[in-house]
């Protein structure tokens, strides 16, 4: 049997993860759930009960989408992804934007927060990254990395917030790049609606 992955459609840590194991070409079994129905045979191998979560066939568990990538990718890596990967920029979107833009995107569950002022405060980063973006047509230069792979369905999230607001932003370089990745092949394919997994 191949691997397994748990994961759910639209969870920007579980799009990346399916998009490194669909760039590897490795056959994994994929099963969709829901967070708020979570499976047992989920929880019981990773119980801190977030998606992804790829169970290998020695029974080795990787519940982190980061090691997801690297591990797909160290399989197999035909467009050379791992030929670099920025960590600090990878980081700046895991540990500053993607707070930033849950702030955003919920605003009744931070009631303290005013949801512009973290929209305001994602605009430098973005800002970052579009002028990255802007000099060679990827976050790293004229060649796409992890780091693209990585980073692109959290700005995926964020731009779907408010589409006329992000349309707006001086960011032209970033909205082609982004467009790219959602007028791909791959992702459309990872992006398949697929039932619910229910356990035989």
């Known amino acids: 049997m191949p691997p397994i992955l748990y994961t759910f459609r639209r969870c920007p840590y579980a799009i990346r993860a399916r998009m490194a194991i669909h760039v590897s070409e490795v056959s994994i079994c994929s099963r ?49 992804l791992l030929h670099a990967a920025d960590e600090s920029l990878i980081r700046i979107n895991d540990q500053q934007f993607k707070p930033l833009l849950d702030r955003y995107k919920y605003p009744g569950s931070y009631p303290n927060d005013a949801p512009m002022d973290a929209m305001k405060a994602t605009h430098e980063i973005l800002a970052d990254w579009n002028d990255r973006i802007a000099r060679g047509g990827f976050l790293l230069g004229s060649r796409e990395s992890l780091s693209d792979l990585a980073i692109f369905p959290f700005v995926r999230q964020f731009a779907h917030v408010d589409r006329a607001a992000f349309a707006a932003l001086e960011l032209a370089s970033l909205r082609s790049w982004l467009d790219g990745y959602l007028a791909s092949a791959s992702f459309a394919s990872v992006m398949d609606k697929r039932p619910i997994w229910q356990p035989e």
């Open 32 to 80: 969709e759930v829901l967070l708020r129905d979570k499976p047992d045979a989920m929880l019981e191998v990773s119980p801190k009960g977030t998606v992804p979560v790829l169970v290998l066939k020695s029974g080795e568990v990787i519940d982190e989408s980061l090691e997801i990538m690297r591990w797909a990718l160290a399989q197999h890596d035909p467009k050379g």
